[in-house]
Each structure stands twice: as C-alpha cells, then as structure tokens.
C-alpha cells in the first residue's frame, strides 16, 4: 500500500522562500540590488517637506545564508510591504527604508549575499522604496584595520550590492572609499556610518564636518544610523564593552549632542531597547533617544544584564548629563520578536511605531506600540 503524506501550506510556503532565483547562482561576485522604481528625490526638491515617516531594522542574517532565502526576513519584508501599501497616498507616507547592519552572516561571501539577501531587498526597491544599509560586523568583519583582506572582501561585496542605493564616490553626501555617507528628505537629515571602524580619524572628521555645515534652519532633525549601540543589555553590552561601543561612547555620543541629534538608531543586539540620554547646554535642556532594533530575521537574543554606564556619567557630567533605560528587552529570546520601526516625522516632533512580525504581532514595548519621543 503506498502511503500519501500531506504536507502543511506553511511547509509549502517555507519550502518555496528557499528557492533562490536562478540568475543568483553566481558564486564570486555580489549582484547589485535593483534600484528603486522611485528613487529618493534631489536634496532641494523635498526642502518645504515636514511630515513623512521612514521604515527602521536591523540584522537580517540567517542560518541559512548562502543556501537558502532569508525567511524570517522575508515574513519583516512581507509585513513592511503591507504597511507601506496601506499609509500610501495619506498625509504621513512611508518614503524609504534603513537597514543598521548585518545582511548576511559573512559578508565576504557573494553567494550568500545573491542567494539569500538580495532578492529579499529586491521586493522592496521593486516596490519604489530606497533603501540604505549601513555596514555591520557581519558585512565587512571585525578588523578595524582598512587594509585587512577580511575586511576589504567583505566592503568590496557591499559597494558591489549597493552601487545603486547609496551616494556614489564625489557626492558631497559620500565618503570616499568608505560605507559611510547620508541621505536627506525634508527637514530631516539621515547619517549612516560605520561603526566597525569607529576610531577612524578620517570617517569622524568627515561626519563632524557634515554635522557643522549642516542647514540647521531646514534640518531640524538629525537621525544617525550604525550597527553598534552606545549602550546595550544583551550579549554584545552589559558587562562587555567592544571597541566599537568605546569608540561610540568617547568620540561620537559628544559629538552628537553637541550638534543635537535627536534619534540614534543602532542593531547589533537581536531584540528592541530604547535609552534616553537627557543634557544641557548653553541652549537649554536636550535629549538623545538611541534605540536599538535587531528584529530583522537574526537569531534572536535576550536580555544579559546592564552596563556600567558610571563611567561615562562622570566623564560627561558638566553637560548635567543622564541615561535612562526607557524599555529592556526580554530575559528569553522569545520575548523579543522580528519587528521594524517605523519612524515617524511631523516638523520637529518624531513618534516611533513599533510593529511587531509573526507570532510577535501585538509587539507592545511601551504597553502600547507608538510613542512620541517628545512625551516622556
């Protein structure tokens, strides 16, 4: 008697995402993403804009990489496809999206980048949706030497998939040779860099020189993007303090609330934190949100312990300086689900949405999942 088994439609689903297409077999060299059908506008062009909203995530790595799609980035995919399709044509569209790092698990491999990442990505730029990724430790290693051959496999890889996305070498919005550069739109400036490298003089004088020549009478709001957290609870922070996170701390977070960005958007951990840095200067009171959004696809993690965040307090304690803890992520990997944000600009005010993918919908991490940064 032949036995007939039946296989579930989410087996057939999870099974049919595991195809790659077949012009993404190549090996040794990384396909470009598509350009977006809609890309982003000249700088001038959107200058009277003030209410728009963005898409931020972070750490779409899969176990997978190199063999099959990214599903569980897939599924976040998915679910960013139906949010943006639902806010188009109202007064607060979704214009382009943000990626903090950490595409596939080896950067320095082109087949998991074309087999697993790309055609992932693909959906979104197809859509008409720009969309910018900032390098992690993943894309382009650990060495924060520029001449490691690690490192320079792994970049060569990422300006290969991206040449169409981010501003070409001579824009004055690019840096040179380096994954570091910024997009505008509206009142609101965009800076992506990269964090692996973050004791570069050469990177950090081009982004304090960005910073100082900004338009601050049309930029209201500054947004900056990397893979690493100034401060974080899960494996990669607590008691662990990565070279990255030091450079962060000492260089940039100064350097930030001097020129008073408002949003400090990182990965790195696989889970959802948000901390509040308040500060006075000879302005008035300020304040820096960072948050941490690791729920692109990656392995998920927990919560590990906190950091000793005395140190930097008393290094930065004329500013009158403090750092709350505004949402922990869960003990257990399952208590921080896939999720994304979604960003929120009216003028000087920014709400950040959080929405939550799969069995994490309902993702609540203020016991609501919208707030205003302004608020609290």
């Not at 050469?202 to 500054?222: A, C, V």
């Not at 200067?281 to 941490?292: A, K, N």
Request: overall charge neutral; glycine content about 10%; charged content about 20%.
């Amino acid at each position: 008697m032949q036995m007939r088994i039946k296989v579930p439609a989410v087996v057939v689903f999870a099974l049919m995402l595991s195809v790659p297409r077949a012009e993404a077999q190549d090996t040794t060299t990384a396909m470009a993403i598509s350009p977006p059908t809609s890309p982003l506008p000249a700088e001038a062009a959107t200058a009277g804009v003030k209410k728009f909203s963005f898409i931020a995530y972070g750490d779409t790595r899969g176990g997978l990489d190199g063999i099959a799609l990214q599903t569980n980035h897939s599924l976040v995919v998915s679910s960013m496809l139906a949010t943006i399709a639902a806010r188009t044509g109202t007064p607060d569209p979704i214009i382009f999206v943000v990626q903090s790092g950490d595409a596939v698990s080896d950067g320095r491999s082109a087949r998991q980048l074309n087999v697993s990442y790309v055609p992932v990505v693909d959906r979104l730029t197809d859509a008409g949706i720009p969309y910018f990724l900032a390098v992690g430790n993943h894309d382009v290693r650990n060495s924060q030497n520029l001449a490691d051959s690690d490192r320079v496999r792994g970049l060569k890889n990422y300006l290969a998939v991206n040449k169409d996305l981010i501003p070409p070498d001579g824009s004055p919005r690019r840096l040179a040779g380096y994954p570091t550069y910024a997009v505008a739109y509206g009142n609101t400036y965009v800076l992506l860099f990269d964090s692996i490298i973050g004791g570069d003089s050469t990177q950090y004088d081009w982004i304090r020189r960005q910073l100082e020549g900004l338009d601050r009478r049309r930029f209201t709001n500054i947004v900056v993007v990397c893979h690493h957290p100034a401060f974080s609870s899960g494996p990669h922070g607590g008691v662990n303090v990565e070279a990255s996170t030091r450079a962060i701390r000492e260089l940039y977070m100064p350097l930030f609330r001097k020129h008073h960005v408002k949003l400090f958007i990182a990965g790195h951990e696989h889970l959802f934190e948000h901390w509040v840095e308040r500060y006075t200067d000879e302005s008035g009171p300020h304040r820096l949100d960072q948050i941490v959004t690791g729920g692109g696809g990656a392995p998920l993690y927990g919560y590990t312990g906190e950091p000793d965040v005395r140190p930097y307090l008393a290094a930065n304690a004329a500013s009158g300086l403090t750092l709350e803890h505004l949402v922990k992520p869960g003990l257990a990997p399952g208590e921080n689900p896939y999720h994304y944000l979604v960003v929120h600009v009216d003028g000087e005010n920014i709400r950040i949405e959080v929405i939550g993918v799969d069995w994490g919908r309902g993702f609540q991490p203020y016991r609501t999942n919208t707030i205003p940064l302004q608020n609290f």
